[in-house]
């Protein structure tokens, strides 16, 4: 079954579910209940990391639960929506990134299960599953979206948005974006054998990137104008997803 991480600030882009659970996990609750929606006749599950309201910060964020608690529910195959700012300067504020890296600048995020029979040590040298990637690309490309395909997610701890050198530090690391919540997302998917994969949404530029300072207020509107196109990636999606 597929499944949505969602930020908060993106809660219009789904209907009304079908029904929520209130699921259990060994490492307490979820950021919210797990909604199941009908999306072109496909039931799938969608959960708010930061929790409906949007009141849980990216570093507060209780990654273990909410990943558990997708599985426990029936998913298979899970689609991170992310907000983020660009550290590239040719990524324009509105657009669209398929990542297809990361480099985790966080720290004291618990990123492991730590569960008797789950790996702790595995491979995550392409940390964002191949397949699950590519149908991302081509629903965006059928919904309009028109993606960037390729680029490495900087993971910033948070809350706070980055100084100017922190960006440029990122952009000499090779990073096109900068957001607060794939990791420890993707290893997580990654230990219990989730497809895991992101869509990125580029909402403001990066510090420094140019004359303008992070419009937090203004950034807002190019998630409000995403809804629409993001919905139409919804269809597209669950019509490549077997």
């Not at 995550?124 to 993606?147: H, K, Y």
């Not at 895991?196 to 530029?205: C, D, E, G, I, S």
């Amino acid at each position: 079954m597929l499944a949505f991480l969602v930020s908060g600030t993106l809660t219009k882009v789904f209907e009304e579910p079908i029904k929520s659970e209130n699921v259990a996990t060994p490492f307490g609750d979820p950021s919210s209940p797990v909604e199941f929606h009908d999306i072109e006749g496909t039931t799938c599950l969608v959960l708010f990391r930061h929790g409906r309201e949007s009141r849980i910060a990216a570093h507060r964020v209780n990654y273990r639960a909410n990943i558990w608690a997708l599985k426990e529910a029936g998913a298979t195959q899970v689609v991170a929506y992310a907000t983020t700012g660009s550290v590239d300067p040719d990524l324009p504020i509105g657009s669209f990134v398929v990542p297809d890296q990361i480099i985790d600048y966080t720290h004291d995020r618990e990123g492991s299960f730590e569960t008797s029979g789950i790996k702790e040590h595995f491979d995550f040298t392409f940390p964002f599953t191949d397949d699950l990637r590519n149908r991302i690309i081509e629903a965006a490309f059928a919904a309009g979206l028109s993606p960037r395909d390729g680029g490495t997610y900087a993971c910033s701890q948070g809350p706070r948005y980055e100084t100017a050198a922190e960006i440029a530090k990122f952009g000499l690391d090779g990073c096109s974006i900068v957001g607060m919540t794939l990791m420890p997302e993707a290893p997580l998917a990654r230990q219990i054998s989730l497809g895991y994969a992101a869509l990125a949404l580029v909402m403001n530029p990066g510090a420094g990137i140019d004359e303008r300072s992070v419009d937090i207020p203004g950034s807002i509107r190019y998630t409000d104008d995403s809804v629409e196109p993001l919905k139409r990636f919804n269809c597209e999606l669950v019509k490549r997803i077997p």
